[in-house]
Protein backbone atom coordinates (compact mmCIF):
# COMPACT_ATOMS: atom_id res chain seq x y z
CA UNK A 1 0.00 0.00 0.00
CA UNK A 2 0.98 3.69 -0.80
CA UNK A 3 1.27 4.66 2.99
CA UNK A 4 -1.62 5.05 4.49
CA UNK A 5 -3.87 7.64 2.64
CA UNK A 6 -5.56 5.80 0.10
CA UNK A 7 -7.20 8.23 -2.87
CA UNK A 8 -9.19 7.74 -5.99
CA UNK A 9 -7.39 10.23 -7.45
CA UNK A 10 -3.30 10.43 -8.19
CA UNK A 11 -2.02 13.70 -6.45
CA UNK A 12 -1.40 15.81 -9.54
CA UNK A 13 -5.08 15.18 -10.20
CA UNK A 14 -7.47 17.49 -8.62
CA UNK A 15 -11.12 15.84 -7.92
CA UNK A 16 -14.09 18.36 -9.12
CA UNK A 17 -17.56 17.47 -7.28
CA UNK A 18 -20.52 18.93 -8.23
CA UNK A 19 -22.42 20.97 -6.17
CA UNK A 20 -24.68 18.94 -3.82
CA UNK A 21 -22.67 15.60 -4.43
CA UNK A 22 -22.75 14.83 -1.11
CA UNK A 23 -26.34 16.12 0.34
CA UNK A 24 -26.05 18.14 3.35
CA UNK A 25 -22.43 16.33 4.34
CA UNK A 26 -20.22 19.19 5.03
CA UNK A 27 -16.68 17.41 5.62
CA UNK A 28 -14.76 14.42 6.90
CA UNK A 29 -14.10 14.12 10.63
CA UNK A 30 -11.64 11.78 12.31
CA UNK A 31 -13.00 9.66 14.96
CA UNK A 32 -9.94 9.91 17.34
CA UNK A 33 -8.65 13.60 16.89
CA UNK A 34 -11.70 15.19 15.63
CA UNK A 35 -9.43 17.05 12.37
CA UNK A 36 -12.14 17.61 9.72
CA UNK A 37 -10.91 17.93 6.48
CA UNK A 38 -12.79 17.99 2.64
CA UNK A 39 -15.14 16.00 1.13
CA UNK A 40 -13.52 13.31 -1.15
CA UNK A 41 -12.55 9.59 -0.94
CA UNK A 42 -10.61 9.47 1.99
CA UNK A 43 -10.99 7.38 5.10
CA UNK A 44 -7.68 7.84 7.25
CA UNK A 45 -7.08 11.56 9.10
CA UNK A 46 -3.88 12.78 7.94
CA UNK A 47 -2.92 14.39 11.37
CA UNK A 48 -2.93 10.78 13.51
CA UNK A 49 -4.23 7.98 10.97
CA UNK A 50 -7.60 7.78 13.15
CA UNK A 51 -10.58 6.40 10.87
CA UNK A 52 -12.69 9.09 9.47
CA UNK A 53 -16.73 10.04 9.51
CA UNK A 54 -18.84 12.19 7.56
CA UNK A 55 -19.85 15.63 9.42
CA UNK A 56 -23.08 16.94 8.74
CA UNK A 57 -24.97 20.07 8.93
CA UNK A 58 -28.88 18.73 8.98
CA UNK A 59 -30.14 22.53 9.16
CA UNK A 60 -33.96 21.24 10.05
CA UNK A 61 -35.78 17.85 9.27
CA UNK A 62 -39.24 16.41 9.46
CA UNK A 63 -40.81 13.64 10.59
CA UNK A 64 -43.79 14.74 7.83
CA UNK A 65 -40.50 14.92 5.19
CA UNK A 66 -39.47 11.72 5.45
CA UNK A 67 -42.83 10.12 6.01
CA UNK A 68 -43.68 11.39 2.44
CA UNK A 69 -40.26 10.08 0.77
CA UNK A 70 -40.18 6.54 -0.61
CA UNK A 71 -40.68 3.52 1.46
CA UNK A 72 -36.76 2.62 0.77
CA UNK A 73 -33.38 4.03 2.67
CA UNK A 74 -33.60 7.56 0.13
CA UNK A 75 -36.85 8.50 2.63
CA UNK A 76 -33.68 9.78 5.11
CA UNK A 77 -31.82 11.10 2.30
CA UNK A 78 -31.68 14.27 4.19
CA UNK A 79 -29.71 12.44 6.95
CA UNK A 80 -26.99 10.50 4.42
CA UNK A 81 -23.59 12.11 1.96
CA UNK A 82 -25.75 11.45 -0.68
CA UNK A 83 -27.11 14.20 -3.62
CA UNK A 84 -30.90 15.35 -3.65
CA UNK A 85 -31.48 13.71 -6.82
CA UNK A 86 -30.19 9.93 -5.56
CA UNK A 87 -33.06 8.44 -6.49
CA UNK A 88 -33.19 9.22 -10.50
CA UNK A 89 -29.86 6.73 -10.64
CA UNK A 90 -30.02 3.08 -10.92
CA UNK A 91 -29.73 1.45 -7.65
CA UNK A 92 -31.36 -1.10 -5.50
CA UNK A 93 -33.61 0.92 -3.17
CA UNK A 94 -33.26 -0.99 -0.35
CA UNK A 95 -34.18 -0.89 2.75
CA UNK A 96 -37.82 0.03 4.62
CA UNK A 97 -37.58 -4.00 5.58
CA UNK A 98 -40.14 -5.25 7.96
CA UNK A 99 -40.05 -4.71 11.62
CA UNK A 100 -41.48 -7.61 13.00
CA UNK A 101 -43.72 -7.88 16.56
CA UNK A 102 -41.94 -11.93 17.63
CA UNK A 103 -44.49 -12.38 19.92
CA UNK A 104 -43.47 -16.49 19.97
CA UNK A 105 -39.82 -16.11 20.34
CA UNK A 106 -40.83 -13.48 23.07
CA UNK A 107 -42.83 -16.42 24.91
CA UNK A 108 -40.00 -18.89 24.39
CA UNK A 109 -37.04 -16.27 25.84
CA UNK A 110 -38.88 -15.08 28.41
CA UNK A 111 -39.25 -11.10 27.16
CA UNK A 112 -42.29 -8.87 27.66
CA UNK A 113 -41.68 -7.01 24.04
CA UNK A 114 -39.59 -8.20 21.72
CA UNK A 115 -39.27 -7.26 17.28
CA UNK A 116 -37.11 -8.40 14.51
CA UNK A 117 -35.81 -6.32 12.58
CA UNK A 118 -35.72 -8.07 9.76
CA UNK A 119 -33.32 -7.35 6.86
CA UNK A 120 -33.11 -10.57 4.83
CA UNK A 121 -35.60 -8.97 2.62
CA UNK A 122 -33.09 -6.70 1.24
CA UNK A 123 -32.43 -6.72 -3.30
CA UNK A 124 -29.91 -9.26 -2.29
CA UNK A 125 -30.77 -10.45 0.85
CA UNK A 126 -28.95 -8.87 3.36
CA UNK A 127 -28.41 -5.60 5.30
CA UNK A 128 -25.15 -4.49 2.82
CA UNK A 129 -27.84 -3.38 0.33
CA UNK A 130 -27.66 -0.28 1.94
CA UNK A 131 -24.28 0.52 3.03
CA UNK A 132 -23.66 -0.23 -0.60
CA UNK A 133 -26.32 2.01 -1.95
CA UNK A 134 -24.78 5.11 -0.38
CA UNK A 135 -20.98 4.00 -1.61
CA UNK A 136 -22.35 3.51 -5.11
CA UNK A 137 -23.85 6.99 -4.90
CA UNK A 138 -20.22 8.25 -3.30
CA UNK A 139 -18.29 5.89 -6.19
CA UNK A 140 -20.82 8.03 -9.08
CA UNK A 141 -20.15 11.56 -7.51
CA UNK A 142 -15.54 10.94 -7.42
CA UNK A 143 -15.93 9.36 -10.98
CA UNK A 144 -14.58 5.48 -9.95
CA UNK A 145 -14.55 3.43 -13.08
CA UNK A 146 -14.51 0.08 -10.56
CA UNK A 147 -16.43 -0.58 -8.04
CA UNK A 148 -15.04 -2.96 -5.87
CA UNK A 149 -14.75 -4.61 -2.23
CA UNK A 150 -13.18 -7.18 0.10
CA UNK A 151 -15.85 -9.30 1.77
CA UNK A 152 -16.99 -11.86 4.21
CA UNK A 153 -20.31 -13.07 0.84
CA UNK A 154 -23.03 -10.83 1.51
CA UNK A 155 -21.20 -7.37 0.83
CA UNK A 156 -19.76 -9.15 -2.43
CA UNK A 157 -23.34 -9.96 -3.25
CA UNK A 158 -24.52 -6.53 -2.97
CA UNK A 159 -21.57 -4.46 -4.48
CA UNK A 160 -21.57 -7.42 -7.89
CA UNK A 161 -25.51 -6.87 -7.97
CA UNK A 162 -25.54 -3.13 -7.20
CA UNK A 163 -23.10 -2.64 -9.56
CA UNK A 164 -24.61 -4.49 -12.67
CA UNK A 165 -27.64 -2.38 -12.07
CA UNK A 166 -25.92 0.63 -12.16
CA UNK A 167 -23.74 -0.18 -15.02
CA UNK A 168 -20.09 -0.06 -13.38
CA UNK A 169 -17.44 -3.19 -13.78
CA UNK A 170 -16.93 -4.31 -10.15
CA UNK A 171 -14.47 -6.34 -9.14
CA UNK A 172 -15.39 -8.47 -5.75
CA UNK A 173 -12.69 -10.50 -3.33
CA UNK A 174 -13.69 -12.85 -1.08
CA UNK A 175 -11.78 -15.73 1.18
CA UNK A 176 -11.81 -18.68 -1.08
CA UNK A 177 -13.21 -20.95 1.66
CA UNK A 178 -16.47 -19.22 1.37
CA UNK A 179 -19.85 -21.08 1.13
CA UNK A 180 -21.26 -21.83 -2.24
CA UNK A 181 -24.18 -19.93 -2.14
CA UNK A 182 -22.89 -16.90 -1.13
CA UNK A 183 -19.98 -16.99 -4.56
CA UNK A 184 -22.71 -18.01 -6.45
CA UNK A 185 -24.72 -15.18 -4.97
CA UNK A 186 -21.74 -12.86 -6.20
CA UNK A 187 -20.68 -14.28 -8.91
CA UNK A 188 -24.36 -14.33 -11.13
CA UNK A 189 -23.72 -10.82 -11.26
CA UNK A 190 -20.35 -10.26 -11.95
CA UNK A 191 -17.42 -11.97 -14.20
CA UNK A 192 -14.96 -10.60 -11.81
CA UNK A 193 -15.29 -12.60 -8.38
CA UNK A 194 -12.04 -13.36 -6.94
CA UNK A 195 -11.52 -16.26 -4.72
CA UNK A 196 -8.45 -15.52 -2.52
CA UNK A 197 -6.50 -18.12 -0.34
CA UNK A 198 -6.80 -16.42 2.82
CA UNK A 199 -9.03 -15.26 5.97
CA UNK A 200 -10.95 -12.31 5.47
CA UNK A 201 -8.28 -10.32 6.75
CA UNK A 202 -5.99 -11.51 4.33
CA UNK A 203 -8.07 -10.30 1.61
CA UNK A 204 -9.13 -6.64 3.11
CA UNK A 205 -4.87 -5.97 3.36
CA UNK A 206 -4.86 -6.82 -0.45
CA UNK A 207 -7.92 -4.48 -1.17
CA UNK A 208 -6.30 -1.74 0.63
CA UNK A 209 -3.01 -2.34 -1.20
CA UNK A 210 -4.65 -2.47 -4.97
CA UNK A 211 -6.97 0.74 -3.24
CA UNK A 212 -3.13 2.30 -3.10
CA UNK A 213 -2.32 1.24 -6.19
CA UNK A 214 -5.32 1.95 -8.50
CA UNK A 215 -6.38 5.39 -8.80
CA UNK A 216 -9.94 4.96 -9.65
CA UNK A 217 -11.07 1.93 -7.98
CA UNK A 218 -13.65 2.25 -5.52
CA UNK A 219 -13.36 -0.11 -2.82
CA UNK A 220 -16.80 0.46 -0.55
CA UNK A 221 -15.45 -0.39 2.44
CA UNK A 222 -12.00 0.52 1.78
CA UNK A 223 -11.37 4.29 0.60
CA UNK A 224 -14.91 4.57 0.32
CA UNK A 225 -15.89 3.63 4.08
CA UNK A 226 -16.91 6.67 5.56
CA UNK A 227 -19.69 7.19 2.92
CA UNK A 228 -20.44 3.40 2.93
CA UNK A 229 -20.22 3.14 6.23
CA UNK A 230 -23.17 5.72 6.80
CA UNK A 231 -25.84 3.26 4.83
CA UNK A 232 -26.00 0.86 8.13
CA UNK A 233 -27.71 4.22 9.86
CA UNK A 234 -31.09 3.76 8.16
CA UNK A 235 -31.74 0.92 9.97
CA UNK A 236 -32.38 3.07 12.91
CA UNK A 237 -33.68 5.00 11.76
CA UNK A 238 -36.59 3.00 10.32
CA UNK A 239 -36.39 1.15 14.03
CA UNK A 240 -37.24 4.38 15.42
CA UNK A 241 -39.67 5.43 13.16
CA UNK A 242 -41.06 1.95 12.59
CA UNK A 243 -41.95 2.14 16.54
CA UNK A 244 -43.77 4.98 15.88
CA UNK A 245 -41.04 7.39 16.51
CA UNK A 246 -39.30 6.42 19.48
CA UNK A 247 -36.31 4.59 20.34
CA UNK A 248 -35.97 0.89 21.74
CA UNK A 249 -34.95 0.41 25.40
CA UNK A 250 -32.69 -2.74 24.07
CA UNK A 251 -31.21 -3.61 20.77
CA UNK A 252 -28.99 -6.56 20.17
CA UNK A 253 -26.68 -6.39 16.85
CA UNK A 254 -24.05 -8.59 14.88
CA UNK A 255 -20.60 -7.10 15.14
CA UNK A 256 -18.27 -8.53 12.32
CA UNK A 257 -15.98 -5.19 11.69
CA UNK A 258 -18.26 -3.57 14.14
CA UNK A 259 -19.38 -0.80 11.49
CA UNK A 260 -23.24 -1.52 11.88
CA UNK A 261 -23.34 -1.65 15.50
CA UNK A 262 -21.55 2.22 15.53
CA UNK A 263 -24.06 3.55 12.86
CA UNK A 264 -27.02 2.20 14.47
CA UNK A 265 -26.11 4.12 17.46
CA UNK A 266 -25.40 7.12 15.71
CA UNK A 267 -27.85 7.30 13.91
CA UNK A 268 -30.52 6.70 17.12
CA UNK A 269 -28.32 10.09 18.67
CA UNK A 270 -29.40 11.69 15.45
CA UNK A 271 -32.67 11.57 15.83
CA UNK A 272 -32.68 12.59 19.04
CA UNK A 273 -30.56 15.76 18.72
CA UNK A 274 -32.80 16.57 15.32
CA UNK A 275 -35.80 16.34 17.35
CA UNK A 276 -37.11 13.59 15.29
CA UNK A 277 -37.23 11.29 18.77
CA UNK A 278 -37.33 11.96 22.71
CA UNK A 279 -34.23 10.96 24.43
CA UNK A 280 -34.12 7.95 26.46
CA UNK A 281 -31.65 5.53 27.58
CA UNK A 282 -31.14 2.71 24.93
CA UNK A 283 -29.15 -0.32 25.94
CA UNK A 284 -26.93 -1.36 22.63
CA UNK A 285 -25.68 -5.03 23.09
CA UNK A 286 -23.12 -6.81 20.35
CA UNK A 287 -23.05 -10.67 19.24
CA UNK A 288 -20.50 -12.56 17.78
CA UNK A 289 -19.28 -16.17 17.48
CA UNK A 290 -17.18 -17.73 19.65
CA UNK A 291 -14.91 -18.65 16.83
CA UNK A 292 -14.29 -14.94 15.98
CA UNK A 293 -14.83 -13.03 18.98
CA UNK A 294 -11.98 -10.45 19.55
CA UNK A 295 -14.19 -7.62 20.56
CA UNK A 296 -16.55 -10.06 23.66
CA UNK A 297 -13.00 -11.18 24.39
CA UNK A 298 -12.28 -7.03 25.22
CA UNK A 299 -15.28 -6.53 26.96
CA UNK A 300 -15.42 -9.51 29.52
CA UNK A 301 -11.30 -8.83 29.83
CA UNK A 302 -12.56 -5.21 30.80
CA UNK A 303 -9.74 -3.98 28.52
CA UNK A 304 -9.79 -1.38 25.54
CA UNK A 305 -7.35 -2.78 23.16
CA UNK A 306 -8.85 -5.56 20.50
CA UNK A 307 -6.50 -8.78 20.17
CA UNK A 308 -7.10 -10.17 16.49
CA UNK A 309 -7.67 -13.74 16.47
CA UNK A 310 -7.94 -16.00 13.18
CA UNK A 311 -11.64 -16.84 12.94
CA UNK A 312 -12.80 -20.67 12.55
CA UNK A 313 -16.65 -20.11 12.89
CA UNK A 314 -19.75 -21.21 10.93
CA UNK A 315 -20.41 -17.57 11.35
CA UNK A 316 -18.63 -16.87 8.10
CA UNK A 317 -20.43 -13.66 7.38
CA UNK A 318 -19.12 -12.03 10.92
CA UNK A 319 -15.24 -13.68 10.90
CA UNK A 320 -13.31 -11.05 10.61
CA UNK A 321 -10.36 -11.17 13.50
CA UNK A 322 -9.45 -7.75 12.93
CA UNK A 323 -12.27 -5.37 13.43
CA UNK A 324 -12.03 -1.62 12.36
CA UNK A 325 -14.84 -0.49 14.49
CA UNK A 326 -14.00 -2.86 17.58
CA UNK A 327 -12.84 -0.14 19.96
CA UNK A 328 -16.03 2.00 19.06
CA UNK A 329 -18.17 -1.18 19.64
CA UNK A 330 -16.47 -1.32 23.36
CA UNK A 331 -17.64 2.21 23.83
CA UNK A 332 -20.87 2.34 22.42
CA UNK A 333 -21.64 -1.29 24.59
CA UNK A 334 -20.03 -0.11 27.66
CA UNK A 335 -21.68 4.14 27.71
CA UNK A 336 -24.99 2.65 26.88
CA UNK A 337 -24.88 -0.40 30.00
CA UNK A 338 -24.98 -3.02 27.12
CA UNK A 339 -22.64 -5.56 26.48
CA UNK A 340 -20.50 -7.88 23.41
CA UNK A 341 -21.10 -11.12 24.26
CA UNK A 342 -20.19 -14.54 22.08
CA UNK A 343 -21.88 -17.96 21.09
CA UNK A 344 -20.58 -21.30 20.06
CA UNK A 345 -21.28 -22.58 16.75
CA UNK A 346 -24.28 -25.31 18.74
CA UNK A 347 -26.26 -22.40 19.84
CA UNK A 348 -25.69 -20.48 16.71
CA UNK A 349 -27.65 -23.55 14.86
CA UNK A 350 -29.90 -23.75 17.46
CA UNK A 351 -31.00 -20.25 17.21
CA UNK A 352 -31.74 -20.27 13.65
CA UNK A 353 -33.83 -23.07 13.76
CA UNK A 354 -35.76 -21.50 17.03
CA UNK A 355 -36.09 -18.33 14.99
CA UNK A 356 -37.61 -20.01 12.20
CA UNK A 357 -39.64 -22.41 14.24
CA UNK A 358 -41.15 -19.56 16.36
CA UNK A 359 -41.94 -16.33 13.74
CA UNK A 360 -41.47 -18.07 9.99
CA UNK A 361 -38.25 -16.33 9.44
CA UNK A 362 -35.28 -17.90 7.95
CA UNK A 363 -31.75 -16.21 9.18
CA UNK A 364 -28.12 -16.99 8.20
CA UNK A 365 -25.46 -17.82 10.51
CA UNK A 366 -25.08 -13.72 11.45
CA UNK A 367 -28.69 -13.59 12.75
CA UNK A 368 -28.29 -17.48 14.36
CA UNK A 369 -25.13 -15.62 15.99
CA UNK A 370 -27.50 -12.32 17.23
CA UNK A 371 -30.58 -14.21 18.31
CA UNK A 372 -28.31 -16.89 20.36
CA UNK A 373 -27.04 -13.83 22.17
CA UNK A 374 -30.18 -12.87 23.00
CA UNK A 375 -31.14 -15.86 24.07
CA UNK A 376 -27.62 -15.75 26.82
CA UNK A 377 -27.90 -12.06 27.49
CA UNK A 378 -31.62 -13.05 28.82
CA UNK A 379 -30.34 -16.14 30.77
CA UNK A 380 -27.40 -14.32 32.36
CA UNK A 381 -29.24 -11.66 33.25
CA UNK A 382 -27.60 -8.78 30.82
CA UNK A 383 -30.50 -8.11 29.38
CA UNK A 384 -33.69 -7.00 31.21
CA UNK A 385 -36.73 -9.19 30.01
CA UNK A 386 -39.17 -6.74 30.91
CA UNK A 387 -37.76 -3.86 28.59
CA UNK A 388 -38.65 -3.20 25.04
CA UNK A 389 -35.80 -5.08 22.71
CA UNK A 390 -34.82 -4.90 19.21
CA UNK A 391 -33.22 -7.84 17.29
CA UNK A 392 -31.61 -7.14 14.25
CA UNK A 393 -31.76 -10.06 11.68
CA UNK A 394 -29.32 -9.03 9.10
CA UNK A 395 -29.33 -11.70 6.27
CA UNK A 396 -30.98 -14.70 5.21
CA UNK A 397 -30.62 -18.45 5.67
CA UNK A 398 -30.92 -19.56 2.13
CA UNK A 399 -27.43 -18.51 1.80
CA UNK A 400 -26.00 -20.50 4.44
CA UNK A 401 -28.02 -23.57 4.08
CA UNK A 402 -25.06 -26.30 5.26
CA UNK A 403 -24.96 -24.47 8.68
CA UNK A 404 -28.52 -26.18 9.57
CA UNK A 405 -28.59 -29.12 6.60
CA UNK A 406 -27.91 -31.57 9.40
CA UNK A 407 -30.43 -30.19 11.80
CA UNK A 408 -33.31 -30.39 10.03
CA UNK A 409 -34.69 -32.61 7.14
CA UNK A 410 -37.80 -34.97 6.36
CA UNK A 411 -39.49 -36.77 9.34
CA UNK A 412 -40.19 -39.51 7.57
CA UNK A 413 -39.56 -40.82 3.74
CA UNK A 414 -42.97 -42.90 2.82
CA UNK A 415 -44.64 -44.39 -0.19
CA UNK A 416 -47.09 -42.58 -1.73
CA UNK A 417 -50.20 -44.43 0.05
CA UNK A 418 -52.36 -43.36 3.00
CA UNK A 419 -51.09 -46.78 4.30
CA UNK A 420 -47.38 -45.54 5.36
CA UNK A 421 -48.35 -41.59 6.20
CA UNK A 422 -50.48 -43.52 8.92
CA UNK A 423 -47.74 -46.00 9.64
CA UNK A 424 -45.30 -43.14 10.01
CA UNK A 425 -47.26 -41.82 12.99
CA UNK A 426 -47.43 -38.30 11.48
CA UNK A 427 -50.94 -38.07 11.70
C1 LIG B 1 -25.19 -10.84 7.53
C2 LIG B 1 -24.21 -9.94 8.19
N1 LIG B 1 -24.52 -9.43 9.38
C3 LIG B 1 -23.69 -8.62 10.04
C4 LIG B 1 -22.46 -8.25 9.54
C5 LIG B 1 -21.57 -7.36 10.34
O1 LIG B 1 -21.37 -6.11 9.81
P1 LIG B 1 -20.27 -5.11 10.34
O2 LIG B 1 -19.01 -5.44 9.60
O3 LIG B 1 -20.83 -3.78 10.01
O4 LIG B 1 -20.10 -5.32 11.83
C6 LIG B 1 -22.08 -8.75 8.29
C7 LIG B 1 -20.79 -8.36 7.72
O5 LIG B 1 -20.34 -8.80 6.70
C8 LIG B 1 -22.98 -9.61 7.60
O6 LIG B 1 -22.68 -10.11 6.39
ZN1 LIG C 1 -7.10 12.32 13.64
Redesign the pocket.
Known amino acids: MNGAFVSLTTPDQTLTLRDGAFGRATCLRCRECGATRDLGPHYACYECFGPLEIGYDFGTVTREQIEAGPANIWRYKALLPVPDDIESSPNLEPGFTRLLEARNLAAELGLTKLWVKDDSTNPTN ?3 DRVVACALSAAREFGSTVFACP ?5 ANAVAAAGARAGIRTVVFIPSDLETPKQVNSAIFTDNLVAVDGTYDDVNKLASEIAGEDPGWAFVNVNVRPFYAEG ?1 KTLGYEIAEQLGWRLPDQVVI ?8 TKVHKAFRELVELGLVEDKPCRIFGAQAQGCNPVATAYKDGVDAIRPVKPDTIAK ?2 A ?1 GN ?1 A ?1 GVYVLDIARATDGAVEEVDDEQIRDAIVLLARTEGIFT ?1 T ?2 GTTVAVLKKLVETGQLDPTLETVVIN ?2 HGLKTLDAVAGSVGPRATIAPTYDAFTAAGIA
Open positions: SFKSTGNLSPVASGSQLSLIPDEAGTG
